[in-house]
């Protein structure tokens, strides 16, 4: 696609844990397939926010997460498309 101006594995997305709801936006934006849906493991869980405790309970602990990051180009479309404004792209 037109906008993806890097190789792959350059940029890579970062998903903020206290700000993902699961809602799957990027899942199904990213051109690359980056994103999966999953349930975050409880050993990931502590240090997180109260209310993405309150989140976690309420969603089952959905939250989507970057397990292709490698094949990132880059293109911004997760980081628009993300309702909770969870995903910024950080060079790797
Ligand atoms: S920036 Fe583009 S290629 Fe990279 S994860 Fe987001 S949607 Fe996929």
Redesign the pocket.
């Known amino acids: 696609m037109s906008n ?1 101006l890097q190789t792959p594995g350059v ?1 890579k ?1 970062v998903i903020d844990r206290d700000r993902c709801d699961g809602k799957a936006d ?1 899942v199904d ?4 397939n ?2 999966e849906l999953g349930i975050m493991p409880p050993e990931q869980r502590t240090g997180l926010g109260f209310m993405t405790h309150v989140r976690g309970a309420l969603n089952g602990w959905k939250q989507s997460f ?1 397990v292709r990051a490698e ?9 628009s498309a993300c309702p909770e404004k969870a ?1 910024r ?1 950080q060079r790797d």
Do not use: E
């Open positions: 993806c940029v997305p990027c934006v990213c051109p690359y980056v994103f970057a094949a990132c180009r880059a293109c911004g479309l997760c980081v995903i792209l």
